[in-house]
């Protein structure tokens, strides 16, 4: 077909191509339904501005906020095993995986990719900050191996690393789950710490999670995201930064 007046046409790469194709597929494949939930991260805001200098000298890696939303996901999965699983393509069985390969979204030259993160529920803070600053530097480097783009079991993506509020994402068959994290911004927050109403400046960021709703109800999906909420907003001290 030729080109409208002004525009032109050109072939899609091989990798465009087949991304296409992917996202169609999952999309015919599951029912996927989003759910979103917004969690307050000043206390993490505060634990990285105080650490990243040390942290960063100690590892060689930057401490973004992204291993902290890697290790609330992946600590959740535990409880909340329906997310951490895989469906039969005849829908008569569901495997419920006893580990968690986790796998990282990364935007690229050459178009997205997901590398995934080996047992990633062994790792510590640090451990997951150099895994997804590795797996990263592979992919944009073009070094990254098909055998590292496969097998995971659940998979986050940054969508705020853009500066994204939040976004609906597709699930990565045959997972049963993607997460995707919206980008941190300061906002007035009212809140009632002990009763008394105050209005203060707070750090804030939106959770959204797509599921198979074939396995995952909507009920399910919300506890989930509660868990990951409560993890962020109380789990981590200094202690999780060694």
Do not use: W
Not at 29 to 57: C, G, N, P, W, Y
Not at 223 to 241: I, S
Request: glycine letters at 8%.
């Amino acid at each position: 077909m030729p080109a409208q007046s002004g525009g032109t046409v050109e072939k899609l790469p091989r990798i465009r191509r087949t991304i296409a194709a992917r996202m169609v597929e999952s999309l015919q494949t599951s029912a996927q339904l989003t759910s979103v939930l917004e969690v307050d991260i000043t206390a993490i805001a505060a634990l990285r501005a105080q650490h990243k200098e040390a942290f960063s000298a100690r590892t060689g890696v930057k401490l973004s906020y992204l291993p902290f939303f890697a290790k609330a996901a992946v600590e959740a999965l535990a409880a909340h095993r329906m997310l951490n699983a895989s469906l039969n393509p005849e829908v008569t069985e569901v495997t419920y995986y006893d580990h968690c390969h986790l796998g990282m979204a990364v935007d690229s030259d050459k178009g997205l990719m997901v590398p995934v993160i080996r047992d990633a529920h062994t790792l510590t803070i640090s451990g997951l900050a150099q895994a997804i600053a590795d797996k990263a530097d592979k992919v944009r480097s073009g070094t990254i191996t098909p055998d590292e783009l496969g097998g995971g079991t659940f998979t986050l993506t940054n969508t705020g690393s853009r500066g994204a509020l939040f976004d609906t994402p597709i699930i990565n068959q045959p997972q049963t789950g993607i997460l995707g994290t919206g980008a941190v911004v300061e906002r007035l927050i009212p809140r009632r710490p002990e009763g008394a109403l105050e209005i203060s400046v707070r750090s804030m960021a939106y959770l959204s999670l797509s599921y198979d709703h074939r396995i995952v109800d909507g009920a399910d999906a919300a506890r989930f995201l509660t868990t990951v909420k409560h993890k962020l907003e109380n789990g981590f001290t200094a202690a999780d930064l060694a």
